[in-house]
């Protein structure tokens, strides 16, 4: 049977199995480290959810190169950006930011660990990150500039025209951001920076061109919107059971939305916008394969958790 | 006038400059990055004193190469060290770590810009660092695998058996390190392993071999270990005003330090043992020109603040 056959389902769940297993290790075991900080640390990655940012590594290696041994070699960065996502969280989590007792059902990690072992947690996680995606030219060969490549397009989209300055700048607007315009910028930074980093990052290691890496950026970009758009409507709609939080917390929280800005219809309407240009533009990029990737954006705008 | 005739604080101010310059361009300007963000960075950045870390970068590539002119693909890297001990000393400095008002005479990142903005410079300075290290290849033809390594370096000993481990130790064992051995172990973690990656580094970038390299860690660990110690006596007995901080703060805070451990005499005399296990080291590697190296080795002994 084919891979590209496998359901859907099937393929994200076994490739989410590869990246748990590969985190299990990613702490050399012969270094000393505090049992208390990697407990921390793992603790964090366990409860992990979907794993999509490194399934898309995965998927993006192999939609290069129309193989699906080929991602075995992405399989050191597809565990960097988990740890990165990761760290994010549990820094976002903090009492001086978002203040949660609660993620996806679980004790955040300073309820569990305190505060000075959370932050040294998600310390530990981001620059761990960079040591593991550096064993993708240690222990697999890919070529030190393809490697250097991914790493500083990590610093950048995890950083400060990305993640951290998305993060920041939502922290400066809090209540006041009042245009879709507004929200899409801060979404762009704090989600799709490292969705796009994902898909970028599987690319250059299947061995894609520029057209091919553009292609990709713009897919992650766009999906990486339109997930933030779905994640707001569940959070107006959702299954508190398959969420694993209370519904209508942002509403709670007075947190600025899409459907709040937009309405539901007109959020329903720009994730499919999003998520059809986000499509075309993969398909013409003549990918060796790209079919697991529109399959999976067309499963991100229908997923119900 | 040879290079190495210069005197000693002529040099270290000539380098600290260059590297505050080049600090001061870090962050590309067109990117778009919340301006309180990069303030609060800056801040800290600006807060700098002695650039020890980053002025060991220079001088171990100029030491392995003989040749001053050799450290200006170090630069970058310089740069990148010295945004990585700045982002520990602003999360060291958070309320749920250290809880510190003043560092070096002036407010404290969160006293200034609040503890979630702290945070996030923190963040930002971190994964900019490694934006910043991938520079050596992008902008001064470093070859890739060269940076790559100095970047697996970083990651590792700011990293989990390096800085945030031995700052994640410290957090555990307060007030329970009872041994010169464990307060040694702490040290090597979150003070040497820094320094010794910045010696380590420069001798990579100016094209050390695997004996230079060991013979730079080693020198690296011992003067950091050498530093503390001075750090503990001065804390002890040194100038406020030099120090920019009051005297027996340690004592105050029931901090464990050599001094408190060990006696003063015992102190000085580990000091100078380790100093001089850490020149002739350097002495027997074959070096180009280590003389500068030496000179610093005895200065941070000697040093006032």
Redesign the interface.
């Known amino acids: 049977m084919k891979e590209q056959h496998k359901p859907l389902q099937q393929y994200l769940a076994e490739q989410a199995g590869r990246i748990e297993d590969a985190l299990k290790t990613a ?1 050399p075991a012969n ?4 049992d ?3 407990d921390a640390m793992m603790y964090s990655i366990e409860a992990g959810g979907k794993r999509l940012r490194p399934v898309l590594v995965l998927a993006a290696a192999e939609a290069v190169k129309g193989d699906a041994q080929a991602s075995a070699c992405a399989l050191p960065v597809a565990c960097a950006v988990e740890m990165v996502h990761t ?1 994010s969280l549990v ?1 976002d989590d ?1 009492p ?2 978002d203040n949660d007792d609660y993620r996806r059902g679980k004790l955040t990690n300073h309820k569990v660990f ?4 959370a ?2 947690a ?3 996680l ?6 593991v995606a ?1 064993q993708a ?2 222990q697999h060969g890919v ?3 393809t ?2 490549a991914v ?2 397009d ?3 989209l ?4 990305g993640m ?2 998305g ?3 939502d ?2 607007g809090e209540q006041g951001v009042t245009s879709a315009e507004e929200l899409r910028s801060i979404h762009l930074r704090k989600t799709s920076a490292l969705i796009s980093f994902s898909l970028v990052a599987g690319g250059r290691i299947g061995g894609a061109d520029d057209r091919q890496l553009d292609a990709l950026s713009l897919f992650g970009r766009n999906i990486g919107l339109a997930f933030q758009i779905q994640d707001d409507i569940l959070d107006l709609i959702g299954d508190e059971q398959k969420l694993g939080k209370k519904v209508q917390s942002d509403l709670r929280q007075n947190k600025v939305t899409y459907p709040y800005l937009l309405g539901m219809d007109e959020s329903r309407k720009e994730m499919a916008r999003l998520t059809a240009e986000a499509k075309e533009a993969l398909a013409r990029a003549g990918l060796a394969d790209p079919g697991r990737l529109l399959e999976i954006a067309d499963y991100l705008m229908g997923r119900d958790r």
């Open positions: 702490i270094w000393d480290v505090p208390k900080l990697k760290y820094h903090l001086a930011m305190g505060e000075a072992m932050i040294l998600g310390d530990g981001l620059t761990h990150a960079f040591y550096a030219t240690r070529p030190a500039e490697t250097l790493i500083e990590l610093a950048r995890a950083g400060l025209p951290v300055g993060q920041a700048a922290v400066l």
